[in-house]
C-alpha cells in the first residue's frame, strides 16, 4: 500500500493556501477551466519529482504576486509515514527535506513514484523520434541504474566522437587513428542501449496488449516494434558486427556531416495498430487510446519492479472518451492500479455512477477547493 495522504501547498501557482485530506484510492477533482485542477496535480508531481510535467522554470509555479512556493505532502508506505517538503525562492537551491533530514534535489527521485497522464501525452505518438527516444530512456533508466550508466556514457562518446569528426576532417590519416577506440566504444555501449530498449519494448508492448484491446473492443491491436538502421534481431555479436559495418558505410557522410550518423542516438519506437503506424494511419481517438496503453504499461511494469502501484495522475483524460470506454478504464483503475487523482471538467456524474470503489470529491473554484464529499466505504 503507497499513497499520498495529506497535502499542503502555499503560493504555488494560483492556490495561496490549501490543506487537503486525501482518499488512499480515488481522488477526483471537479471545477470549471482554469480553476486550478492541474495546478494542484502539478504541486503533487512536483513534490515527488522535484520538476513540473508542464515547465522546467521553476519560477512559473510561484504565485504571480510572490516568489516563494512550499508544499508539504504525507505519505503513506507499508505502514510507514514520510512527510516530504519543498521550499522554493527565487535565485536560491530548492531546498528539499524528508521527515527532519535535507536531501539533495534528486536524491529521493525513485522513492515516491507517480505517473502522469495527460493530453501532452499524445505527443508520445504524434510527434518526432526523439520525443519516444525519451520515453524509452526513461523508462529503461527508471527499470534499470544500469542502463542509465550506460546511457550516459554512450551520450559522452557520442559527443567526443562528433567533436573529432569536425576537427579532424582535413587530416584523415590522424583522424582515421584517433577515431578507432571511440568506434569500438560507441558500438559496444550502443549495441547494450538497443538490447536493453529491444526488452523494455518487449515487456511494453505485453503490459498493452489487454487494456489496448478491451479500449478498443477487441478490433485492434497494439504492436510495438524497435525501428534502428541495422538488424539487431540476433545475438549480442552480430548486432555489434552489423553496427559496426553500417558505421563504416557511413564514414563518408560522417566527415561531411561532422556527426555520427548511426546508433541508438536516431533510432525509434515504432508503435502500430493493426499493423499500421499509429503516427501517420490512426485516428484522434485511436491516438489516444495508443498512448493510455502506453502509460498504462508503464505503470504495471512499475508495480513488479517495485511492489508498489505508482500514484497515477490522470489529467482530463475521460471527457475524451465514449460511454464504453470510460466504464472500462474506471474498471481497469479500480482493479489494476492504487491511488488515482482524477480532473474532469464536465462528467463528474458519469465516473461516479460507474464507480465501484471508494472516492473522495473536491470541487476546485479560482485556486481554493471549496468542498470535500465522500462516496461509498468512507
Ligand atoms: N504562477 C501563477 N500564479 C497565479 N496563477 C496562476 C499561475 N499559473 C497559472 N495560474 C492560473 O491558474 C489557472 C489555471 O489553472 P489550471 O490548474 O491549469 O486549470 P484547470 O482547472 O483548467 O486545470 C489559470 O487561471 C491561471 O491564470
Ligand atoms: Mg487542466
Not at 93 to 99: G, S
Not at 173 to 202: F, H, M
Not at 242 to 247: A, K, Q
Request: aromatic fraction near 12%.
Amino acid at each position: 500500500m503507497y499513497y499520498i495522504d495529506s497535502l499542503l501547498v502555499k503560493g504555488f501557482r494560483n492556490y495561496n493556501q490549501q490543506h487537503l485530506h486525501f482518499n488512499p484510492r480515488i481522488n477526483i477533482l471537479v471545477g470549471e477551466n482554469g480553476q486550478g485542477k492541474t495546478n494542484l496535480i502539478e504541486a503533487i508531481y512536483y513534490l515527488t519529482v522535484t520538476r513540473s510535467f508542464r515547465t522546467n522554470r521553476d519560477q512559473e509555479l510561484a504565485n504571480w504576486h510572490d516568489n516563494y512556493f512550499y508544499i508539504k505532502g504525507t505519505f503513506v508506505k507499508n505502514d510507514f509515514k514520510d512527510e516530504l517538503q519543498v521550499t522554493y525562492r527565487s535565485g536560491k537551491p530548492l531546498t528539499v527535506k524528508l521527515n527532519q533530514d535535507n536531501l539533495n534535489r534528486f536524491d529521493h527521485l525513485q522513492k515516491y513514484p507517480v505517473v502522469v497522464f495527460s493530453p501532452d501525452d499524445l505527443m508520445l505518438i504524434r510527434e518526432g523520434p526523439s520525443v519516444r527516444r525519451r520515453f524509452l530512456n526513461l523508462e529503461a533508466s527508471r527499470l534499470s541504474p544500469i542502463y542509465f550508466s550506460e546511457l550516459r556514457a554512450y551520450q559522452k562518446v557520442l559527443q567526443q566522437r562528433n567533436s573529432l569528426l569536425k576537427e579532424n576532417y582535413n587530416n584523415r590519416q590522424t583522424l582515421g587513428r584517433r577515431i578507432e577506440p571511440w568506434n569500438d566504444s560507441l558500438v559496444s555501449l550502443g549495441t547494450n542501449i538497443i538490447q536493453a530498449r529491444v526488452k523494455i519494448i518487449k515487456a511494453l508492448e505485453k503490459e498493452t496488449k489487454i487494456f489496448f484491446e478491451q479500449m478498443t473492443k477487441a478490433n485492434e491491436t497494439l504492436t510495438l516494434d524497435y525501428a534502428c538502421g541495422f538488424d539487431y534481431s540476433e545475438g549480442q555479436k552480430e548486432t555489434r558486427n552489423n553496427f559496426l559495418s553500417l558505421l563504416s558505410s557511413k564514414y563518408e557522410t560522417e566527415l561531411r556531416r561532422g556527426s555520427t550518423q548511426v546508433g541508438p542516438h536516431l533510432d525509434d519506437m515504432k508503435i502500430l495498430i493493426n499493423g499500421y503506424d499509429t503516427r501517420k494511419y490512426s485516428s484522434q481517438g485511436q491516438k489516444r487510446t495508443a498512448a493510455l496503453a502506453l502509460k498504462m504499461a508503464e505503470v504495471s511494469l512499475f508495480k513488479k519492479i517495485h511492489e508498489n502501484w505508482p500514484i497515477i495522475l490522470l489529467d482530463d483524460v475521460f471527457s475524451e472518451f465514449d460511454q464504453k470506454r470510460k466504464q472500462y478504464f474506471l474498471d481497469y483503475l479500480i482493479n489494476n492500479t492504487g491511488q488515482c487523482f482524477i480532473t474532469t471538467a464536465s462528467d463528474l456524474n458519469e465516473i461516479i455512477n460507474n464507480l465501484q470503489s471508494e472516492y473522495k470529491i473536491f470541487t476546485v473554484f479560482r485556486g481554493s477547493i471549496t468542498n470535500e464529499n465522500s462516496g461509498p466505504g468512507y
